[in-house]
């Protein structure tokens, strides 16, 4: 596609359900970023993909977190045993690689909202 | 630790006027300083980017001024529209193998009265 894509745009899930979020990014971009965007924190980094492989998962807020890429395109972003604290705008980019300072092109988020 | 600092966090400017936010950081290493504007819901959109080794950076009406040695750089949105009332962030990021990752400022409501 044309730009990042997620899915879906909006969920609510009772608090202690497991949430899927997905992100296709750009067509050729081998980088894909996964960010959180709160009132309270503001934007802030998660986890990144180089290809399949997430070098750095150090932002990832706790254990109930995790995430995979396959096939260098398609990622999800899963969260278990969800708290009233992961609800949050769960943002994607992209970029065409994760070195060099490429620019990173953003999704329109998947807006999670935890009862 | 909040590694860059946006101000102000709210702006009202009239139409034709010139908005300017300013972004300080603290670690040396970053090496790309770009400029996210954001409608609500929808994510962000980079507006303009710059590197250390230029002082200014002009792209239309946005201009990034780039002050290495105070570790500090600023947007300024000449000709202000309604059209440009958006949250704007300010982020940083190393290159080489870091990853890349963005830090960002904390945001600027800008909101511009006809």
């Known amino acids: 596609g044309a730009g990042v894509s997620q899915s879906p745009s909006n969920k609510v899930t009772e608090k202690g359900k497991d949430v899927e979020l997905r992100c296709d990014p750009i067509?050729?971009?081998?980088?894909l970023y996964w960010y959180r965007q709160s009132l309270g924190q503001g934007l802030e980094f998660l986890i990144y993909?180089?290809?399949?492989?997430?070098?750095?998962k150090s932002g990832l807020p706790s254990d109930r977190f995790s995430a995979e890429r396959t096939g260098g395109s398609v990622s999800t972003l899963t969260i278990q045993r969800t708290q009233q604290e992961d609800s949050a705008v769960y943002l994607c980019?992209?970029?065409?690689?994760?070195?060099?300072?490429?620019?990173?092109?953003f999704g329109d988020g998947t807006r999670l909202s935890i009862l | 630790q909040q590694q860059v600092k946006q101000s102000p966090q709210s702006l009202i400017v009239q139409k034709g006027g010139i908005s300017i936010i300013n972004c300080a950081y603290e670690?040396?290493?970053?090496?790309?300083f770009p400029w996210y504007q954001q409608f609500p819901g929808k994510g962000p959109a980079l507006l303009i980017a710059?590197?250390?080794?230029?002082s200014e950076k002009k792209e239309g009406r946005f201009t990034i001024s780039f002050n290495k040695s105070a570790k500090q750089f600023s947007l300024h949105i000449m000709d202000s529209q309604p059209g440009d009332s958006a949250t704007y962030f300010c982020?940083?990021?190393?290159?080489?193998?870091?990853?890349?990752?963005?830090?960002f400022g904390g945001g600027t409501r800008l909101m511009v009265k006809p």
């Open positions: 980019a992209s970029s065409r690689r994760s070195y060099s300072n490429q620019p990173q092109h």
């Open positions: 993909f180089q290809g399949n492989s997430a070098p750095d």
């Open positions: 710059i590197r250390p080794d230029v």
């Open positions: 982020a940083a990021s190393s290159g080489g193998n870091a990853g890349n990752m963005l830090t």
């Open positions: 670690n040396t290493a970053f090496d790309y």
């Open positions: 067509s050729g971009h081998t980088a």
